[in-house]
């Protein structure tokens, strides 16, 4: 008889802010922030406002896909392109 043991979803849920990666969408709202606020005229705040409204889509987009996938393409670019199957010792 196999022993059943509950696993809490809670303990394995991604940490999104507002449906995307925190991290980035920290930095989306920072970047649109700065374009208001840097030379505050009507145009800069809709610009700002409008790139906020697109980056976070884009954002929640990409974490409906995968949740963690800029973390995993930062891993994926420190790849080497070809590994040699004997290691050497000089390397």
Known sequence: ???????YSAL??????????????????L??????????SLVNVVIGIVL????SI???MMAKVD???????RRYIK???YYRAVASAAA
């Open 12 to 29: 394995n849920k991604p940490f999104l802010l507002l449906g995307g990666e925190r991290e980035l969408m920290v930095l989306a709202m």
């Open 79 to 81: 790849y080497k392109k």
């Open 67 to 73: 949740p963690i996938m800029s973390k995993i393409y």
């Open 58 to 60: 884009l954002l929640r």
């Open 52 to 55: 906020w409204v697109a980056m």
């Open 31 to 40: 970047i649109s922030f700065l374009v208001g606020y840097v030379n505050p």
């Open 1 to 7: 008889m196999l022993k059943s043991v509950p696993f």
